[in-house]
């Protein structure tokens, strides 16, 4: 079964500040995609990538897949509070199309 | 914009007792997917339906649980019997492509 470590699992800053959080893993994906959950609601789809070293960007969010599609990383420029939130990250592999989840890195953005 | 809907937003239920929880996914979309998600863990996957046929169940889906998706639209989760490990939230989430796009906000399985 396949892993997805993501770290930190915690994160506390300042508005303004800029931040990474990873996502690892030992396996393949064939797609990765990162969602944002708030306290009480399903998690919202950010993105989905799928070439190796690819980048994506979101407004201030800047999304990257490894070379090797086995990690990737979400950079985060000057957050602001209504970035606080859980982000995720889901990648499927070994010929399953059904994404398996991290713990989740968990953003607290203080105004 | 209607999104994927879940009901109820929120049970308490005694242990033993069966509950049932439905999702009604985006209309369009053929892919519907069920999660289950505890308190510091991301969403852990429980089965998988294209269209009406239940194509993927994890182990965790126990014999206690069963899922349907009868005319391809909305779904049901109904767990038999229920345990206090049982308590989660419930997602269900809807999609064209392969991977879940849209979830819903879930229903939250207390058991007492």
């Known amino acids: 079964t396949q892993l997805l470590e993501q770290s930190p699992q915690f994160l506390s800053i300042q508005e303004g500040e800029n931040l990474t959080v990873y996502c690892n893993s030992s396996s393949v994906f064939s797609s990765l995609q990162w969602y944002r959950q708030e306290p009480g609601e399903g998690p919202v789809l950010l993105v989905t990538v799928v070439t190796g070293g690819e980048v994506k960007k979101l407004k201030r969010l800047t999304f990257q897949f490894g070379d090797a599609r086995k990690d990737s990383s979400l950079h985060i420029t000057a957050a602001q509070p209504g970035d606080t939130g859980l982000y995720l990250c889901a990648g ?16 607290i953005v203080h105004p | 914009d209607t999104g994927v809907s879940q009901d109820p ?27 289950r998600q505890t308190l510091g863990q991301g969403p852990e996957f429980l089965t998988y339906f294209q269209n009406e046929a239940q194509l993927e169940k994890s182990r965790l889906l126990s014999d206690r649980f069963s899922a349907e998706r009868p005319k391809g639209s909305f779904s049901t989760l109904e767990i038999q019997r229920t345990e206090q490990g049982d308590s989660a939230m419930y997602l269900c989430a809807s999609s064209l492509g392969p991977q879940p796009q849209h979830f819903g906000d879930g229903t939250r399985l207390s058991i007492l």
């Open chain 1, 92 to 107: 499927a592999s070994g010929g399953s199309y059904i994404p398996t989840f991290g713990r989740g890195t968990s953003l």
């Open chain 2, 9 to 35: 937003r929120h049970k308490i239920t005694k242990r033993g007792q069966n509950v049932t929880f439905r999702c009604d996914p985006i209309s369009e979309h053929n892919r519907l997917y069920w999660y």
